[in-house]
């Protein structure tokens, strides 16, 4: 018997519930056009995870880049909750590079 699947479960479950906190702080004092950036962080995560031959980091190193990537979808999302008053809006927000061609793409949706 092993408990390596349970505790990497255990790990992934705390690594999503950090990420519902990670996406509101993070849109809350960097807006949502931040989210190419963390997406490309995920992606380079799971990539990442692909050449390390220990289980142990590999599966961590996946399950948070497919946490990064899930929270680049969800900070848009996370803007317009912002806005209906759901939670706290902080408006001077740190402009990513590349700003306004951001804008004008359309974000990513689960």
Known sequence: MTLFGFIIGVISL??????FFWVIQGERFFGYLWWP??????????????FFVDNWISALLGAFGASLIW?????TNQAIRAELGWYIKHTPKINPPFYKNIAK??????
Not at 105 to 110: E, G, R, S
């Open 14 to 19: 705390g690594l999503i519930g950090f990420g």
């Open 37 to 50: 950036y963390i997406l490309g962080l995920g992606v380079v995560m799971i990539v990442l995870s692909l």
């Open 71 to 75: 929270g680049s979808t969800e900070m």
């Open 105 to 110: 793409w359309k974000a990513p949706h689960l």
